[in-house]
């Protein structure tokens, strides 16, 4: 799947210059993209985009040095300059490209306020469906934080084509400050949708039996909403270099999605021994399983989503037709919706993984925090205006005409 990537702000443009090392680490030309930022020092930041494709805005209104937690202000910007971050797309390229993907952090002030104005003209100007990643704060990032992403999100959905999230709440370790953790979360990020984003290429192993395009990742993300996504690894693989398994335990793997995959770590995600003598249907059924059970990008009540989408990576000698028909079927039972799409991807990688995608999530308790928050708040800001009017008629000064 060809993306254009644009990161907006700290977080977005964080995630999309990674997004673009893994391509180019892997010898793909499937992603591209821009960075877009308020202050100039988050831009000299970035490692893997070269400075044309690094666009510093609102220079007039906050002179480079970004626009705080402020997302009202972060909004303006993205507004009075759409025309220049447009011309910018314009000249990366998108005439070769099937969708585009915003990446940002909701928490704070310019990827939150600029991602949904930018969404929404991107879809005015261009044909391709526009998605955004949005990466929500914990409760612990502060209040303000969470009620920048509360709001940014309510307008992001009903702008971009689907909204996948990323909650730091859920992958942040005991006792691991967020700060600390963002470079891992960025990872756990980067890499499951790096799988998706990939599926399809041509590898030196060829395509898959089934193939997972562009055509069905679209199809399974057009109804909207808000989406999560569930990943699972095996153990490693012994290889050789043809891609079989070899005698030896030590992995050699050393081709495509050596990176892209990830190595198991202590507390890394739910698996099972890809290297044993079980049925390899039966192992890709439990890996699929694991994938949706175990931690998702954003915890949600699975059953809810409308539609899903299984894919299993790996090397071909561990691939089955059989086992990725029969998890299809198994998350099918298990959604709401009957859409169920998937398919395999060989690649020269030592381990297998299993991503499924939960399209239009119907219930998602972080989600509902978020939004009673956001309710909460435009309370307060009603009554703060009432108490202040009240205060004014008792001074004898009618608001009306102040």
Request: aromatic share 6%.
């Amino acid at each position: 799947m060809r993306v254009f990537f644009i990161g907006f702000g700290q977080a977005g443009g964080k995630l999309v210059d990674m997004f673009l090392a893994q391509d180019r680490k892997l010898g793909s030309t499937s992603f591209r993209g821009i960075v877009i930022n308020t202050a100039r020092t988050d831009l000299m930041g970035i490692k893997n985009i070269p400075m044309e494709d690094r666009l510093l805005i609102g220079q007039t209104m906050v002179k480079g040095h970004g626009v705080g937690t402020d997302n009202v202000t972060g909004a303006k910007v993205a507004a009075d300059e759409i025309d220049t971050i447009i011309s910018a797309i314009d000249r990366r390229g998108t005439h070769d490209i099937d969708a585009f993907v915003v990446c940002a952090g909701l928490g704070g002030g310019t990827g939150s306020g600029g991602s949904p104005v930018l969404c929404r003209h991107l879809k005015r100007i261009y044909r391709e469906p526009v998605y955004a990643v949005g990466v929500i704060p914990a409760p612990e990032e502060g209040r303000l934080y969470s009620l920048n992403a509360a709001r940014s999100l309510s307008t992001l959905v009903n702008e971009a084509d689907n909204v996948i999230v990323f909650d730091n709440s859920a992958w942040k370790n005991d006792g691991e400050s967020v700060k600390s953790a963002y470079e891992r979360l960025n990872e756990e990020i980067v890499r499951r949708f790096g799988v998706l984003f990939h599926a399809g290429e041509v590898s030196k192993y060829g395509v898959g039996e089934m193939v997972v395009d562009s055509s069905e990742i679209i199809n399974t993300l057009r109804g909207g909403g808000i989406s999560s996504v569930g990943y699972a690894i095996s153990e490693a693989i012994p290889m050789t270099k043809s891609g079989g398994k070899s005698s030896s335990k030590k992995d050699s793997n050393s081709g495509l999605l050596s990176g892209i995959l990830g190595k198991k770590e202590k507390k890394a995600e739910p698996h099972v021994d890809i290297a044993s003598g079980e049925d390899k249907s039966a192992k890709i059924i439990g890996l699929v399983r694991r994938s949706m059970l175990g931690r998702l990008t954003l915890p949600c009540d699975y059953s809810t989503a409308e539609r899903a989408l299984v894919l299993v990576a790996g090397p071909p000698s561990e691939l089955d037709r059989k086992g990725v028909e029969k998890s299809k079927s198994w998350v099918e039972e298990n959604i709401a919706g009957v859409e169920v799409r998937g398919g395999d991807y060989p690649v020269d990688s030592g381990y297998v993984a299993a991503v499924v995608l939960l399209a239009t999530i119907g219930d998602a308790p972080r989600i509902r925090e978020l939004m009673e928050l956001a309710k909460e708040a435009k309370e307060e800001v009603v009554k703060s205006r009432e108490r202040s009017h009240t205060a004014m008629f008792e001074d004898g000064v009618d608001p009306l005409f102040e």
